[in-house]
């Protein structure tokens, strides 16, 4: 697959991607089990999952800034022992703050980790070279959060919850000694400025975003909380592109977003992200709730998606991208979540699942190999090399972000639907199965819109017309 003197590195790069994922979905199934050990609150119980997004989401595009300034080596072993570190206190937690806070900081340590790891692929390799290493890293991400739910699940069974730390622990302290041996240190060359101001800025406006979604659903939208958040955030954002519109060396500088791939792909993103990362949430749920599945026998039931998502990105996606290109694959991967979605919201209770789950699970397997690693290629075709970390970061927060919006609404969605069924005299299944199947359509429909939106946007998907006038890309710049 790669050369032999970089296959090491590749390999050790791709396990980064591998835990950070893995920790994003490794406590979905054990959720339960930690509420009634811990006696967590509804809102606690929430935030449990959410901290790890708020904290990874908002801190990704700072944390690639500091790969590309500071070195990527050190920020990738920085965020490998911040993993290992909130690892180690969720799995000693014994209240729902200790647990919380745990979270957040797994959450910043692979927002790190993340972009440091995939700028140092987009840095070295180019080609055919990149599209396999990429693969890797997409097969890393989609078997990542599929793993995720069938450890968890399994460990949640056997040994408690708090294996499931303890393991995300072991791995990353594995990772972060592969990283110290292979992670080339940083080639010398000018000294660039960090740009406090703008990370700054940024930062204050991604972490008020992320806040103002995951709190809606508790607090409602019209509540201080969220009006106060999306305030911070419009008010961040106009600062920010004031500051880097004087930036000598921004981190990200106003032309960038004129390239289509760039502005295309952050929108395409920001819906793909939504679909993808909101799939196994909903599935697990499914599983569950619907076909009352235990947590043991959901995490089994989600093994052929990791087998899947491995294959279909170690097997077509390079195939596909050297074929078809990025923007194309993009398309057929949405595509193919529509189609996923869809089959998952006909799903009830007495169901087979060979019949009407596993392949639905397959499927949603493949939009998401096909769709999450292109989508980073396009954005990275936008921005120059020397800031790869900022665009690693920036195509994972943008999808990071799509992903917390995307749960927060189809779990409104959800909730509404169950609340109109269960008024109506309806059972607690039949309220399930009718919020579960409404979700599944929103995230259909989103699938589905990010489609038209790269159908609009993406230069090789639009007419010859429709190019003309579109900017120079970012490298011919500089």
Known sequence: MHNRSTLPLVLTLVAAQFVVMLDSSILNVALPSIAADLDLTPVGT???????FLSFGALLLISGRAADVFGRRRMFLIGAGVLVVGSLIGGFATGELQL??????????AAMLSPAAMSVILSRFTG??????MSGWGAASTVGGAVGVTVGGLLTAVLGWQSVLFVTAAVALAIGVAGWALVPPAEAGARRPFDATGASLVTAAALAVVFAVLSAPHRGLISVEVIASAAI????????????????DAILPPSVLRDARVAGGIAVNLLGGAARIACFVLVALLLQQVLQYGPG???????????????????????????????????IGLLLLVVAHLM??????????????????????AGVALSFTPTTLVIAEGIAAHNAGVSSGLASATAQIGGAIGIAVFGALDAASRAVVLEAGGTAMAAAEAGLQAAQLAAAATAAAAVVVALLTLPALTPPRARRGQAVPVEAET
């Not at 929430?46 to 790890?52: E, F, P």
């Not at 955030?233 to 000598?248: D, M, N, T, W």
């Open 344 to 365: 998952l919201a006909t799903v009830d209770n007495g169901d087979f699942y060979v019949l009407r789950v596993l392949p639905a699970l397959v499927i949603a397997a």
């Open 233 to 248: 955030a419009i008010a961040c954002l106009i600062g920010f592109v004031f500051v880097e519109r004087r930036s000598s």
């Open 297 to 331: 026998l959901a995490g089994l039931a989600m093994l052929p998606t990791s087998l899947a998502g491995f294959a279909v990105s170690l097997l077509v996606l390079p195939r596909a991208l050297n074929r078809l290109g990025p923007q194309r694959v993009v398309v």
């Open 100 to 109: 919380i806070a745990a979270r957040l900081t797994q959450g910043a340590g």
């Open 128 to 133: 055919p070279a990149r599209a396999r290493a």
């Open 46 to 52: 929430a935030w449990v999952l959410n901290a790890y």
